[in-house]
């Protein structure tokens, strides 16, 4: 039979303590709620790279969390980008949501007047994210209450289930030498032919692109001195490795 352990419980103190603490973790929607079913246009991989310059730990809401934030999601504020309607002209701005539901830090409004969808978006969420940079050393508020310690039971080994984890595939791809030629947008990466490999869009973060590879619409981000274009595929995040001077 499984082994069962009792804690008594206690309280081991009774006054109330504030602590302020820098944010840790920054949770990203897979997808914001205004896209619905359609493309994204790469709007959350955009966020999430953003925010990860700006020094944060960085998850998706669908993504698994380390145990630290999985039991105490304080650590972190959650992401929301909230679209105006209006037909002619794309608007965009972020909140920043605490672990009570409070907006702790608003956007300024990005806007564009661009009738290509993806232009249009990459520029209103560029001039929003913008206007956060070197801005988000806020700090959270902690409440340290009466600590308790509750009576628990071990499960034994047998009841214990690993949490599923996803991994990031990194594919190597040949090592071919690709070259970047500046464009009004961005750039435009061929080979030595030269073949248009892929094409670039500028973003509101250092070393971060749109990008379009065919069919395959994802991000080429710089990391270590490397670059690699990264993309979701069936629902994995998929890393290539590639070779490209500017």
């Known amino acids: 039979m499984m082994k069962r352990w009792l804690v008594l419980v206690f309280v081991l103190c009774c006054t109330i303590t504030f602590a302020q603490d820098r944010y840790k973790y920054v949770i990203v929607p897979k997808k914001f709620s205004f896209f619905g079913t359609g493309n994204d246009y790469n709007a959350s991989l955009m966020t999430k790279s953003f925010f990860e310059s700006e020094g944060f730990i960085v998850y998706f809401d669908t993504d ?6 999985a039991n105490n999601r304080c650590l972190a504020f959650y992401v929301n980008a909230i679209k105006q309607k209006n037909i002619f002209i794309t608007k965009i701005n972020f909140e920043l949501i605490d672990c009570t539901n409070s907006v702790i830090y608003t956007s300024v409004q990005g ?3 661009e009738k290509d969808f993806l ?3 990459n520029e209103s969420i560029r001039i929003a994210l913008m206007s956060m940079k070197g801005k988000l050393n806020f700090k959270r508020e902690q ?3 009466n600590e308790i310690f509750v009576a628990v039971e071990s499960p034994s080994k047998s009841d214990v289930v690993p949490d599923p984890v996803k991994e990031e595939s990194t594919k190597n791809t040949d ?3 690709l070259f970047a030629i500046p464009t009004a947008n961005g750039f435009k990466v061929v080979d030595e032919e030269p073949k248009k490999i892929m094409v670039l869009y500028n973003t509101s973060v250092k070393d971060v692109y749109i990008a379009e590879k065919g069919l395959i619409t994802g991000v080429l981000v710089k990391k270590e001195n490397s670059w ?4 979701y595929q069936n629902d994995q995040l998929i890393s290539e490795k590639v070779a490209v001077k500017f």
């Not at 690699?228 to 993309?231: H, P, S, V």
């Open 64 to 69: 698994n969390f380390p145990a630290e934030l």
């Open 119 to 121: 232009n249009a978006y």
């Open 175 to 177: 090592n071919k030498q």
């Open 228 to 231: 690699f274009f990264e993309y």
């Open 111 to 113: 806007t564009s007047r």
């Open 143 to 145: 409440k340290q209450q």
